[in-house]
């Protein structure tokens, strides 16, 4: 069984662009979930989809959204880069959301902000 | 949320037990608590949970204490490849609100030969 999937693994973007991320969930989840790693800020959520629908947030900037697409694969995008979005971007999926228990993380995408 | 506390660093030898603690003082009755760990380049991967018992998978144990507030990781026997950050998280599974992992620091584990 395939895990999950991010595309790219590694990019470089100019401040003031925006970019997108793509995440291929294992089959058969519904939920998908985005998260960003820097070296001070750690591990932070940023959203979580199921079903098409944003059902959770967390603390970012209105520059950071996702979307779900009806076979369940993701995207997020940050539009208006700044150097501190420099980051790796980790997407996880899990079954159904209703237990929830087991989250599987991709090895996400790293981008660096010029 | 509730919040974990780790130890920054811990250190163990190849193929002993391992131990690694994790505090949590004000855990509700519906947290879940979760271990991920985290190995150099790669996202984090999945531990083991457990509620109040204790639990076994092929990975690792996890012990918990009676009154909850502390739990314990346990690698029977470490291996150069155990060699990750290991993070404790407290997730409310009653509220799908909250369902999202929040990470503190964690413990990053070093295996010596």
């Known amino acids: 069984k395939a895990g999950v999937t991010q595309t790219p693994r590694y990019l470089i973007k100019t401040r003031g662009q925006q970019v997108t991320l793509s995440c291929s969930p294992i089959?058969?989840?519904?939920?998908v979930s985005w998260y960003q790693q820097t070296p001070g800020q750690g591990l932070q959520f940023l959203f979580e989809?199921?079903?098409?629908?944003?059902?959770n947030k967390g603390n970012f900037p209105g520059r950071f959204s996702g979307r779900q697409f009806s076979n369940s694969r993701s995207e997020m995008n940050v539009s208006t880069l700044e150097l501190g979005d420099s980051a790796l971007y980790l997407c996880a999926s899990s079954p159904t959301g209703l237990e929830g228990n087991t989250i599987y993380f991709g090895e996400g995408s790293w981008l660096t902000v010029v | 949320d509730a919040k974990t506390t780790q130890p920054n660093s811990m250190e163990s030898n190849e193929e002993e037990p391992v131990h690694l603690p994790c505090n949590h003082s004000?855990?509700?009755?519906?947290?879940?608590i979760h271990w991920y760990r985290q190995l150099p380049s790669q996202g984090p991967e999945y531990v083991i949970h457990g509620l109040t018992s204790n639990v076994n998978n092929r990975m690792a144990s996890l012990a918990i204490a009676e009154d909850r507030k502390s739990s314990t990781l346990i690698l029977h026997r470490a291996t150069l490849r155990d060699a990750a950050v290991y993070y404790c998280?407290?997730?409310?599974?009653?509220?799908?609100?909250?369902?999202?992992?929040?990470f503190g620091s964690g413990t990053r584990l070093q295996v010596q030969p």
């Open positions: 989809y199921f079903s098409e629908t944003q059902r």
């Open positions: 089959s058969g989840h519904r939920s």
């Open positions: 998280i407290l997730r409310d599974e009653e509220d799908t609100g909250r369902r999202a992992l929040t």
């Open positions: 004000t855990i509700s009755g519906t947290d879940y």
